[in-house]
């Protein structure tokens, strides 16, 4: 198993109030299946029994009617996972629930801790024994140790965590949502049309839902979702964001609202920054499905070069990025990308994509646009070069298996059989968000880093020779 594999970033969702709660949760899990295709699951309240159904697998696969009109109630939090902290196994299929002194609890976690290995070795020390492997276990176990010594046990739960988390939790007479201090990961609240507040990662799963974005919930915001309606407190002081910029480049639907502006457009001026900071003459833009498509669109527009889809996706392929091991990934782009030789063929193109991490899958599709006879290929990238770990919840922690680790971008365009090829610029990727630059977290392209942890982090510090399922996946 390869421990350095990239991967991405959770969804959740929780909605408070609705008959059609568990429905609503899966509409809302299926419009944010890109955020995580290895495992989801829905949790319930009903009159305060909590039920959960967790598995392996995308949406449609882990839930059917049957199961749906299993998880009653008129309550519901829902996650997508793509693991950052333990495998890709059923144990860690989220929401985590828990039966602990204060109830019933139910979890959903999208980023990732930095501190999650110290706390859990404070709490196995004391006899502490754990079922998970993720960072996310460590949050419900502090909640039940906080839960007779304070007034709030949330508020003190959350006083120990250090890095990511956008987190959704269920207990039998409210839902609590989080956003970390620094906002790494976005989280928004809105509601239904009959006025069910709900909370979400992206608002195009309020969309899917026919519901209203409101707004943000802000950076150290606690948002309380109950029969009372919504309430708010704070947990920490506000200070200067960290916010995810990979969310806008990669991760995020196009058409979401996300730290304040659209995606689709962010992409699309990145794509126009990209044309005007490395020109060059071609006879067509052609974008890499599917996240490259807003970028070279914005670089067409801008060069005045034609836009052509040289390469077609197979829509059925999911993102080959995300997928937990690299042969998936390397099956998943052959599967995946079409190249249509007549358009290609002895033309000089432009291929825009938004990012790089390994390289590989990128060197892939390469090898199959060059089969198809191109005069010459410009790679142009609209991100700047990927050399550092992410510790906030993309899986990318070994800096040795990133492309742009100790190459040049000539070096780069060698290894990927390309006749040029440019990144987008730090300034340039800053340039084109509204948010004043230092809100931004930018330490994989930086190397700065707004926390950096007392300890190496890896994603498979928690592992341990936990009792496996036969149907477990091993990554
Ligand atoms: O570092 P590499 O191995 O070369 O991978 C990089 C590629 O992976 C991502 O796309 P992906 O196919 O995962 O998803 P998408 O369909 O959403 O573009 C990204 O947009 C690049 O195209
Ligand atoms: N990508 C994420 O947000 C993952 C959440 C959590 N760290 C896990 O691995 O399960
Ligand atoms: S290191 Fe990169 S991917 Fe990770 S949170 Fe920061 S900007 Fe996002
Ligand atoms: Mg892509």
Not at 108 to 129: I, K, P, S, T
Not at 268 to 273: N, Q, S
């Amino acid at each position: 198993m390869d421990s350095a594999e990239a991967k991405h970033k959770c969804g959740v969702f929780g909605v408070w109030g609705s008959p059609q709660a568990a429905h609503l949760c899966y509409t809302a899990l299926y419009a944010q299946q890109h955020r995580g295709q290895e495992s989801a699951g829905i949790a319930t309240n009903e009159a305060g029994q909590l039920r959960a159904h967790a598995g392996m697998g995308l949406v449609p696969e882990v839930f059917n009617e049957r199961i749906l009109s299993q998880l009653k109630g008129t309550a519901g939090i829902g996650h997508n996972r793509y693991s950052t902290t333990g495998s890709s196994r059923s144990c860690n299929a989220q929401p985590l629930m828990r039966e602990y002194i204060g109830g019933q609890v139910a979890l959903g976690h999208n980023g990732n801790l930095v501190n999650a290995d110290l706390l859990r070795e404070h709490y196995e020390q004391r006899g502490h024994m754990f079922q998970t492997s993720t960072d996310t276990e460590v949050i419900l176990v502090l909640l039940a140790s906080h839960h007779l010594s304070h007034d709030d046990p949330v508020v003190a739960t959350l006083q120990h965590l250090q890095g990511a988390y956008s987190l959704v939790f269920l207990f039998d007479d409210r839902i609590e949502a989080v956003r970390d201090p620094w906002g790494w990961r976005p989280l928004v609240l809105g509601e239904t049309t009959e006025g069910a507040p709900m909370v979400a990662s992206e608002t195009v799963a309020f969309d899917a839902l026919g519901a209203r974005f409101i707004r943000e919930v802000e950076p150290g915001e606690i948002v309380t979702l109950s029969d009372r309606g919504v309430e708010s407190r704070r947990f920490a002081e506000s200070q200067t964001p960290a916010h995810c910029i990979f969310e806008h480049v990669y991760f995020a639907n196009p058409s979401s609202q996300l730290f304040g502006e659209t995606v689709q457009i962010v992409r699309e001026k990145m794509g126009a920054k990209l044309a005007e900071e490395a020109p060059v003459d071609a006879d067509y833009v052609v974008p890499m499905p599917d996240s490259g498509r807003s970028a070279a669109l914005g670089y067409a527009v801008a060069s005045g070069i034609p836009y052509r889809e040289g390469i077609v996706p197979n829509r059925y392929v999911g993102r080959t990025f995300i997928q937990p091991t690299q042969s998936q990934r390397r099956t998943a782009v052959q599967l995946k990308l079409n190249v249509i030789d007549e358009i290609v063929r002895d033309k000089r193109i432009i291929v825009v994509d938004d990012s790089i991490v390994r390289g590989t899958t990128t060197r892939g599709k390469m090898a199959q646009l060059r089969k198809a006879g191109p005069k010459e290929i410009h790679l142009r990238i609209s991100c700047p070069p990927i050399r550092h770990p992410c510790y906030f919840g993309i899986d990318f922690p070994d800096r040795t298996k990133l492309i742009a680790h100790n190459r040049t971008q000539e070096e780069i365009a060698e290894f990927l059989g390309v006749d040029s090829m440019h990144y987008l610029s730090l300034d340039g990727m800053l340039s084109c968000v509204n948010r004043p630059a230092d809100n931004y977290c930018t330490a994989c392209w930086s190397g700065q880093y707004r926390i950096s942890p007392d300890r190496p982090v890896n994603k498979l510090d928690l592992e341990r020779n936990q009792l496996r399922m036969f149907t477990d996946t091993s990554t």
